[in-house]
């Protein structure tokens, strides 16, 4: 029985625990005979399953594979794909991979059977994983799935805090700064200590699909498998830039776009307003200023002069007013944020569970593969000099008419 099989029957256990007393609390009375017999026997048993995880998780980590395996060919996906639509048990190394990530999988008792979890790490940290376990035939390369998501990912790129390997709710705090003042000789000391705070970050779960042509997994290669590894980074991307990007509220299970609550300008964004914008920020201390927009928006600062008359544009070079620009059409049409990134933190939780789903597109002689991960992000407000928070963004919404080339601005 693998850790993941124990870890769900102890669940099961506990669940049934939590009925008994549950019930008898609604009823405001003791357990009787039979329910303490039962709760009794559950507690037994999952205890006796904690000490059997417990010692097999050391088991697999002390256990050494024999020479034979190390020198085993490399994890593929086009071999766990075929395995999980063939209904066939997974073989090593992916049902190597598949146990180990297991192991730390964040909703194990959610797990569709017919699904691999890939493990959600950077290759350096996997393979110390993989390696602990006595699996070192096991190449890392095609795994690593947050590298390059966080390659690809404009506000990691624009210097945002990026968390992996997550495994539960989490709370960062932050200290609203220490303030000092000048004092008589004989005056007392103002009190000036700042105040701790923090920010709660809880998972939500991303769903996306990657459709895979039969044909294409005929095929056994290497450049493959690093297609079916940049679609499933990009199913990721698209789905986490488009609502961090956009314009929606929150909901139950989506956190609000940063540009939610945006309304559009009714005027042309000149260079005077560019300065505004750095002025506010850079007023309450955030000065690593970077902006991110979207394509649309760029494109018309890029048609505005910053000077009437003058062939000098708003944006140019990938920058606005000397600052780095980035770019994409996952921000809400004419958005356009200037802030301090390393304030934005992305959380990520488990790995990556892979669904095969050989049914929606069998007339297409295709497969798809619905991705599921865990993310959630949320902005780490500064503070002020008294220690009112405030927000490390400014954020527009471009007026959506196309603006002229002689529209003016300020210096």
């Not at 009375?29 to 303490?36: A, H, M, N, Y």
């Not at 989490?170 to 920010?199: C, N, V």
């Not at 927000?391 to 002689?406: D, I, R, Y």
């Amino acid at each position: 029985m693998t850790v993941l099989e124990l870890k769900e029957k102890r669940m099961a256990a506990e669940k049934r625990m939590e009925a008994i007393l549950t019930k008898a609390q609604n009823e405001k009375r003791s357990l009787v005979e039979d329910e303490e017999k039962e709760f009794q026997e559950k507690k037994a048993e999952a205890r006796s399953l904690t000490d059997k995880i417990d010692a097999l998780t050391q088991w697999l980590a002390e256990q050494k594979v024999p020479e034979t395996r190390k020198q085993g060919r490399k994890f593929s996906f086009v071999k766990a794909i075929k395995a999980m639509s063939e209904k066939r048990s997974l073989e090593d190394p992916e049902a190597i991979v598949n146990e180990v990530a297991s192991q730390n999988a964040f909703q194990p008792e959610s797990r569709a059977a017919n699904s691999i979890l890939i493990p959600m790490e950077r290759r350096a940290t996997l393979q110390a994983t993989l390696a602990a376990a006595g699996k070192e035939d096991v190449a890392t390369d095609l795994l690593d799935l947050v590298t390059p998501l966080e390659n690809n990912l404009i506000a990691a790129q624009a210097g945002c805090t990026f968390l992996t390997g997550l495994t539960g709710n989490i709370e960062i705090p932050f200290y609203t700064g220490t303030t000092t003042a000048w004092a008589g000789e004989l005056s007392d000391a103002k009190d000036g200590s700042g105040q701790f705070k923090k920010k709660s970050l809880a998972p939500l779960r991303i769903s996306g699909y990657v459709d895979i042509s039969k044909q294409l997994l005929i095929q056994a290669n290497d450049s493959v498998d690093a297609y079916i590894q940049s679609s499933l980074v990009s199913s990721i991307q698209q789905t986490l830039e488009s609502t961090m990007f956009g314009s929606a509220a929150a909901s139950d299970n989506t956190p609000a776009g940063l540009l939610n609550g945006v309304t559009a300008e009714t005027a042309d964004l000149n260079y005077g307003s560019i300065v505004d914008m750095e002025t506010s920020l850079q007023k309450n201390n955030f000065t690593n200023l970077t902006f991110v927009g979207a394509y649309d928006a760029l494109g018309k600062l890029k048609q505005t002069e910053k000077v009437s008359g003058y062939p000098v544009y708003l944006y140019e070079n990938g920058q606005i007013d000397g600052r780095q620009v980035y770019g994409s059409n996952n921000v809400a049409s004419m958005g356009l944020i200037l802030g301090d990134f390393s304030e934005l933190t992305i959380g990520q939780w488990g790995g990556i569970e892979l669904l095969l789903d050989p049914y929606t597109q069998a007339t297409k002689a295709t497969v798809r593969l619905v991705v599921n991960a865990y993310f959630n992000y949320f902005v780490r407000r500064g503070y002020d000099k008294s220690g009112k928070d405030v927000v490390p963004f400014v954020k527009k919404v471009l007026k959506s008419a196309t603006a002229s080339s002689g529209s003016t601005g300020k210096q």
